[in-house]
Each structure stands twice: as structure tokens, then as C-alpha cells.
């Protein structure tokens, strides 16, 4: 007997709470700005983060310490221990973006009966978490790299969100330029308030310089990636890598919430199995495996007959319906020799060794000594969206493959603005203090590098002219840079005086102004390197004897 179609089901209302989700997430990222008049704004985004269990567990490994936010995740842990992987299925906007993206690229029904069917490489993703959780406990953090809240929060900041931005204002301008009208009529009028609109009140971009990442242009194209895949298996990442999705599938072994079939009024058609998101089923109408299963419920939805349903029930350790992921004492060895090698190829390196220290690596103010910012930072991008001037890029080679796209600040494309907020807004969206938050008297007294003269690009040095423009930007109140007046000789024998800059090493915070403002905009006359900086107590540099870093109890010595 088939069983009639209900008008509201509960795919459908799982459906609006993924996109009610994923928009909330997207308007958050977007939010993620300084705003004088709401300074809590910026904050709000970390509520994602706060429920993700995986950047609590991660933390705690390799930091030893877990800032009070993150507790929220244990709640995501009892919900999956009570009813599976509901985050997974409901919740994960990055899961809800693979979930569209398998709709749409959904193959025909002789491929749909081979992608049903649980797969053995489902596996992979556990032995995945098992390498990277051994890599933390030794404090590195490479894991969350793979997390679907940081991935998708690095996609959107610095990929999407620029991309987006450039593609409309280009179409504005493209638009205000061209556009012939018809009489008195202009495509313009509406262009050109629509995208004044969105600048103001969606992209909080107005009177803040275009959003520009490096390496953006590869974080969109690797996010593109693990969407195309979803057209080989559906819900590719979430079934094959994802180790959030392994973290919650070991909560999940013994469920209170159980799929069950009713022999009955099963015929084995395999429907369900067809779409099964997570491929959790081993065969038509047999045993089900909760750690694969994402509560969907389209199984229960797509079988005509009513022959399935969800249920609670007391946990047993032993259950006909119910099979567990397997784990091979093989796989489980290599799985312990990658995370032990991935460890030694982070830390062959000398800069991780504390032998180097690298002069681009110039860490925002309020950044922990090198090995506790490592161990901290989840690189997902929140303090370079939320960093005024746009510096604040995602590093490549500067702080190692461990360090890959982790905040550097980059003065040539915007400097740290020395008034950021109420101190350092990069501090107050960081969800796991890696960049601790300062008031706005400590970030003028934190140092962050120190700026340095090429006096063979100096106009003053290498060209006998007088040029102030660093001088005058300097946002130190008694300046860093001051200038010293000689006479030198010109090509003709005369003699002319010259003010030539030099750097008060105790006055300079590294801010980068002076470098953003240089006029040689290829390589400029003034650059600001690591050296110098607060947090590394062990690289004394120019600092006077017995100068501490800003944060005391917080920095250690560097290596």
C-alpha cells in the first residue's frame, strides 16, 4: 500500500533550517567589520565557532587550554550522542553548500543505486582525524584546516566575499560608462543606488578600501573542488573527509534516535538507500550505520510504503539494526606513522625550530610567542575581514607550511591602523585567542615589528631630494621617524641641505604606515620586518634592557 504524500514533511522543514543556517553564517561573515557605534558586531560570528567540537578538541590538545566560548561544542556533543549526526544534517552550513551542490549535480538512477551504498573509503575520514588529533597533542593544529566551519569561513572572507565585491562594482562602473539609455531613461539610475545600498549596508564597505586577499583566487578554487566532487559521490567531503563529521560519527555509535524497518511492509526497492545522504545503509531494508547517517530523514521521506521510521530507544551494546565503521589494526597503524610524519615534516623546519626568525612574518598586535599562536590559531580568516584596512593577508611561505594561511600583515596593502576599535579588533573576533584582545593603550605600547631605511631607494639618501611623506604619516603621538638635517654635495659641486629620515627603534610599533605610504610603490624605501617585536621576549633585538612584552604571563620564548 503506498502511503500518501504529505503537503509540509520533515526533509522540507530540515531543507528551510540549512538555508535559515546558511544565511544566518553568510550575514555574520559579512557583519564581521568595525563599527563604532555597535562595537559587539564583530564578535557575533565566533557563535559558529562555539558550538564546533572540533576546534574545542584541537585547542586543548595542542593549546592545553580552552577559552570559556568553546564549551558551548559540549552541547553539540550531548545532542549527537542523543539523536546522531544532526549537525551534520541540519545544521553545518558547509554541509547544507554540498547538499545543494550534490542536488544539482544528482547523476542518473543507475549511478544513484552504486552512490547509495555505504563504501569502505568512507573510512578514511576517521583515520584522517586520528593522524591530525596525534599531530595536536604536540601542538600543531593543521587538523582544523579541514574543519567545515573554518573552511567555509576562510571561503567566504577571503574568496567570496572579494570576489562578490569586485563583480558588482565592476558591473556598476561598467554600467555607469557605457550605458546609452533610451531618451532621459539610464540602466544607471538603478545601478548606481542599488550598489550604494549593498556597499553601506551588506558589504559595510563604504569608505574602507576594496577587499583584496593573496592566494584568494586558489582558496575559491579548492572550495570549487570539493563541490565539483559531490558529482562523482554526493556529499563528497562530508562522507569521504570531513573530521568534524569523524568527531561526531564516534559520538554517535549507540544514538537514543534509531532508523527502523518494518519487514513488513519492505520490499527492498533500495529507495531509501538512493537517498540516503551519508550512503549509511549496507543494504536494501538491512543493518544501518548511525555514525554514517546525517538524520535526514529523506529516507524515511522517498519509501512509499512507510517502511521506515525514527525512533527512540534505549542504547545497547548489541543491536541487529545497527553496525558500526570498522577499523583495521593496518589502518589504524598508518594512520599513527602520517600524523608522526606530518609532525617531523612541520617541525624539520628551522623558523618552527626557533633557529630563524622570519623578517616578513609580522604577526597582528596582541599575537602569542610563535609555537602558542600556532597551536591557537584555526587560520580561518575572521581577523583579516575584520582588519580595517585590509593588512591583516593570509601567509604562505612567511611562517612555514605549518603557519599556511594564518594572519601576516602585509603594510603595502594596508597598515594596523593605530586606533583599530577599542584597541585591536583582530583580538576581539579571534575565537580561540590566538590574538589576544587588548585595550587601546596596550596596542600603542605593543610592538609588532620594526621599520628600517633602504638607503639606496630613499629619496633623501639616494637622490638628494626632500621627501617627508613618512615622517608626516608616522601615527606615533612623538613620532618614530625623525629627520636629521646634513649638507650634502650635488652633481654640479653645490652644496644643498637635506633632512634625512632615520627610525627611533624604542618609538616604532611596527604599524606600517610609513611603508604604505612610501612613494615607491614596487619595492618601498622604508619596510617593516619582525625584528623588534613584543611577544618574543627571547629576540631582544633594539629594545632597552629589561622591555617586557606587553602581555606578561601571556608570551613565552620563541622555539
Known amino acids: 500500500m503506498t502511503r500518501p504524500r504529505a503537503i509540509w514533511s520533515i526533509a522540507t522543514t530540515r531543507r528551510l533550517v540549512q538555508l535559515i543556517v546558511l544565511a544566518t553564517f553568510v550575514a555574520l561573515v559579512l557583519g564581521t567589520r568595525w563599527d563604532a557605534t555597535t562595537p559587539s558586531r564583530a564578535e557575533r560570528l565566533r557563535t559558529f565557532f562555539a558550538v564546533d567540537p572540533l576546534v574545542l578538541v584541537t585547542t586543548l ?5 580552552v577559552p570559556k566560548i568553546l564549551f558551548w561544542s559540549l552541547a553539540t556533543l550531548g545532542v549527537t550522542c542523543l539523536l546522531g549526526r544532526v549537525f551534520c544534517g541540519w545544521f553545518c552550513p558547509l554541509g547544507t553548500c554540498h547538499a545543494m551542490a550534490s542536488r544539482l549535480l544528482r547523476p542518473g538512477i543507475r549511478q544513484r543505486k552504486q552512490w547509495g551504498r555505504w563504501d569502505s573509503w568512507q573510512g578514511l575520514k576517521y583515520y584522517v582525524l586520528f593522524a591530525f588529533l596525534l599531530a595536536a597533542a604536540f601542538g600543531m593544529r593543521w587538523i582544523v584546516i579541514l574543519d567545515p566551519i573554518v ?3 576562510r571561503t567566504t572572507a577571503t574568496a567570496l566575499y572579494p570576489a562578490t565585491y569586485w563583480a558588482l562594482k565592476e558591473t556598476r562602473n561598467s554600467v555607469y560608462r557605457n550605458d546609452p539609455g533610451i ?50 559521490r554526493p556529499r563528497f567531503w562530508c562522507r569521504y573527509v ?41 543494504e536494501p531494508g538491512g543493518a544501518w550505520k548511525p555514525m554514517e547517517c546525517f538524520v535526514c530523514v529523506d529516507c524515511r521521506e522517498s519509501c512509499p510504503r512507510g517502511g521506515l521510521r525514527f525512533k527512540f530507544a534505549l542504547p545497547m551494546l548489541k543491536d541487529p539494526e545497527l553496525a558500526a565503521v570498522d577499523f583495521s589494526k593496518r589502518g589504524m597503524l598508518l594512520s599513527t606513522a602520517g600524523g608522526i610524519a606530518m609532525l617531523g615534516a612541520m617541525r624539520i623546519h628551522p623558523q618552527s625550530r626557533g633557529r630563524q626568525y622570519a623578517p ?4 597582528p598586535p596582541g599575537s602569542r610567542a610563535e609555537p602558542e599562536f600556532l597551536a591557537r590559531c584555526l587560520a580561518c580568516g575572521l581577523c583579516m575581514k575584520a582588519c580595517p584596512t585590509g593588512g591583516l593577508q593570509p601567509s604562505w611561505s612567511e611562517a612555514g607550511l605549518e603557519g599556511l594561511w594564518t594572519p601576516v600583515l602585509k603594510p603595502q596593502i594596508g597598515q594596523c591602523d593605530y586606533d583599530c576599535g577599542a584597541g585591536n579588533l583582530c583580538g576581539r573576533v579571534c575565537p580561540t585567542q590566538a590574538i589576544v584582545r587588548l585595550t587601546l593603550e596596550e596596542k600603542h605600547a605593543t610592538k609588532i615589528g620594526l621599520a628600517s631605511f633602504d638607503v639606496t631607494r630613499c ?15 608616522c601615527p606615533v603621538p612623538d613620532k618614530a621617524i625623525f629627520y636629521i638635517e646634513v649638507e650634502i654635495t650635488d652633481r654640479t659641486g653645490g652644496k644643498t641641505k637635506i633632512k634625512q629620515p632615520h627610525v ?29 617585536e613584543s611577544r618574543h621576549p627571547a629576540d631582544p633585538s633594539l629594545r632597552p634592557e629589561g622591555n617586557q612584552p606587553i602581555l606578561p604571563g601571556e608570551a613565552a620564548p620563541y622555539g
Request: overall charge neutral; glycine content about 10%.
Open 61 to 65: 590538545l595542542a593549546a592545553h587550554s
Open 151 to 153: 573552511l567555509l569561513t
Open 183 to 232: 531618451g532621459p531613461a539610464r540602466l544607471a539610475k538603478v545601478t548606481d543606488p542599488t550598489f550604494d545600498w549593498l556597499n553601506r549596508n551588506v558589504f559595510g564597505a563604504e569608505g574602507m578600501p576594496d577587499p583584496v586577499y593573496l592566494g584568494g583566487g586558489l582558496v575559491l578554487g579548492l572550495f570549487a573542488l570539493t563541490l565539483a566532487l559531490n558529482a562523482w
Open 242 to 282: 570531513c573530521p568534524t563529521g569523524a568527531l561526531l560519527g564516534l559520538f554517535s555509535w549507540r544514538p537514543l534516535l534509531r532508523r527502523s524497518v518494518l519487514s513488513e511492509n519492505c520490499n527492498h526497492c533500495d529507495l531509501c538507500g538512493m537517498h540516503c545522504h551519508g550512503a549509511a545503509a549496507i
Open 360 to 363: 616578513q612574518l609580522v604577526r
Open 459 to 473: 629619496i633623501p639618501y639616494a637622490y638628494g631630494r626632500n621627501c617627508m611623506v613618512c615622517e608626516e604619516h
Open 504 to 532: 627611533d627603534p624604542e618609538k616604532c610599533i611596527g604599524c606600517g604606515f610609513c611603508e604604505k605610504v612610501c612613494p615607491f610603490k614596487d619595492r618601498p624605501a622604508i619596510r617593516v620586518t619582525s625584528a623588534n
